[in-house]
């Protein structure tokens, strides 16, 4: 999703949006972001503001957002192309919908990048891009694509920065830290202890 929204916002090679265009956009995705729901972890930002969006930004655009604010705006072509991205990615996330409709989804994902050659060009075809092909496999093995997703392990890179105190061996670092906070074998054994004997008080 950000690479298509680069090439929108950045390339020159007649698929970049106008300043008018991208204002447009941005308008948009402000105009939505008080009707967003809740369970959203993030409301939408600007196409200005890109350089600022997490992940779940544009997972939110790639599944949702996306459609309703470019319409009309983006190029027919180009529009119909991002709308079989979203599909697709629409059917892999859901455990659901992932078993019945894995073949369709296969094909749609070779139409998205046979099709991204034809309008983005040949260096759109990047390794990110490729490995999209195999994606299916991986969503139908473990029943749709959140269940393998990195999201769980990108939240914690905050708390493993601040773990890190200067630039030599960061890993260790990290790992001599994570293990300190994890309680000593004998910790663990004296609390088991304490769970039995209270079990035996009450009686259980």
Not at 90 to 98: D, I
Request: hydrophobic share 35%; net charge positive.
């Amino acid at each position: 999703m950000k690479k298509l929204l680069l090439s929108w916002t950045s390339e020159a090679r007649g698929v970049r949006l106008s300043s008018t265009q991208k204002l447009e956009v941005s308008n948009r995705l402000l105009q939505i972001k008080n009707e967003i729901l809740s369970i959203f972890s993030r409301t939408p930002r600007s196409l200005g503001e890109m350089e600022r969006w997490k992940a779940t930004g544009f997972q939110q655009f790639m599944l949702y957002t996306g459609k309703l604010v470019q319409k009309g705006i983006l190029e027919d072509d180009l529009y119909q192309h991002f709308l079989g991205f979203s599909v697709v990615m629409c059917l892999l996330v859901s455990p659901t919908l992932v078993k019945s409709h894995s073949e369709y989804a296969g094909n749609l994902l070779h139409y998205f990048v046979c099709r991204g050659r034809e309008l983005y060009g040949e260096e759109f075809i990047v390794y990110n891009i490729h490995s999209m092909l195999h994606i299916t496999d991986d969503a139908v093995q473990f029943n749709g694509l959140e269940n393998c997703s990195a999201f769980k392990f990108k939240s914690n890179l905050h708390t493993m920065k601040r773990i890190v105190r200067s630039g030599k061996h960061p890993l260790g670092q990290v790992t001599k830290r994570i293990e300190k906070r994890q309680p000593s074998p004998l910790e663990k054994h004296r609390e088991k202890n304490c769970k039995c004997q209270a079990q035996c008080i009450l009686g259980v």
